[in-house]
């Protein structure tokens, strides 16, 4: 290849590059995919640093076209701001980097090799020796800059929360009249069991007087559930129970929930401590949703897209337990589990315990 050709093939492949992860994350990736040290480094929280990371790959694009030879200086700084991102994550053994989603598994140290020769192309290449009349000119760098910005403030909407009515008919006294005998069979939530990809068999109907709260139909792409702000709130006023389909189950009073996901295996090995638990001591968790007193589990699972039959591995699941949902958002809630809490006999949530540390 010729020497004056190089600068342009280099920026042409650092460009496509970057437009393809950009364009991944504008139309179907998620502000759960952004890697831990972004996260953790970032003044903004998961959603706005997202939309930041879009605005300004696209931004880096449209200064490629325009101005080349300012755009290599951003071309490579993105790439090396990349590189020291993959580092700790490389070192930290992690299976995939999360560039392009968590569909797609790429590890860090792959990664890195991608990202690294696209910046020893681009450097080797000399593109400070591109003419300066090269590009579209630096008037045409304002709308790619328009672009960049509005693009993903138009397209990614802030999340707000569903509107939630809270359920007050849900309490323990509500199912005081039931008949002991069959009262977990009664209970909202009660099952004869899980199917193979966990999902809970067909539930009886909730009991007579007991209303049961579904979510919102208008639910957002994206939300980032605070764990750390449910501390002494009232269960029904938290985040969380926003998107709680209580259809088939419910947060009673005297609860104690723990939120999962059916590929997580730290999930599945603390649901089958939970469900060996209830095997050695059959009445570790009440029986009838916790009227006569006792304890009542509550398993908050979180649907995702991704969920398969193939995939589950929470198959294990403690009985006598209430089963609760959290529908699918297309791009996540932004948290992560297992989460466990406890709910008092006044709806007060305490205890609140990330099961990963």
Not at 75 to 94: K, N, Q, T
Not at 263 to 280: I, M, P, R, Y
């Amino acid at each position: 290849m010729d020497r004056p050709r190089l600068p342009g093939f280099a920026l042409a492949c650092g460009l496509l590059w970057l437009l393809a992860g950009a364009l991944y994350k504008f139309f179907d990736g998620s502000p759960n995919d952004l890697p831990q040290p972004v996260v953790e480094h970032s003044p903004f929280d998961k959603f706005d640093t997202f939309r930041l990371a879009i605005a300004a790959e696209f931004a880096v694009v449209g200064l490629v076209l325009t101005v080349p030879r300012l755009g290599w200086i951003a071309l490579g700084g993105i790439f090396s701001v990349f590189l020291a991102v993959l580092v700790p994550l490389a070192l930290g053994g992690e299976s995939s980097c999360g560039c392009f989603g968590s569909n797609v598994t790429i590890a860090p140290w792959q990664m890195m090799l991608i990202d690294g020769s696209l910046l020893g192309l681009l450097l080797f290449s000399a593109p400070w020796r591109l003419p300066k009349a090269a590009g579209l000119g630096a008037a045409a760098f304002i709308p790619f800059l328009v672009v960049a910005i509005a693009a993903p403030l138009m397209k990614l909407d802030p999340p707000t929360l569903p509107k939630v009515v809270r359920p007050e008919a849900i309490t323990a006294s509500a199912l005081q009249d039931e008949d002991t005998s069959d009262a977990n069979a009664s209970s909202p939530g009660a099952t004869g069991g899980t199917t193979p990809a966990g999902e809970a068999e067909a539930p009886e109907v909730a009991p007579e007087g007991v209303e049961v709260a579904a979510p919102s139909d208008e639910l957002p792409e994206f939300y980032e559930l605070r764990s750390a702000e449910w501390t002494a709130q009232d269960f029904y006023e938290t985040d969380i129970a926003a998107f709680a389909d209580q259809s088939m189950g419910a947060v009673l009073p005297n609860s104690h929930v723990v939120v999962y996901r059916q590929t997580c295996e730290v999930c599945k090995e603390h649901l089958e401590e939970l469900w060996e638990e209830a095997q050695n001591d059959p009445s570790r968790w009440a029986s009838d949703g916790g009227a006569a007193g006792g304890q009542s589990l509550v398993l908050l699972r979180i649907i995702e897209n991704k969920d398969t039959a193939e995939n589950n591995l929470c198959e294990l699941l403690p009985e006598p337990s209430q089963k609760v949902t959290l529908p699918a958002l297309k791009r996540g809630y932004g948290i992560t589990t297992p989460i466990a809490f406890d709910v008092d006999e006044n709806f007060m949530v305490q205890n609140v315990t990330d099961l990963r540390h």
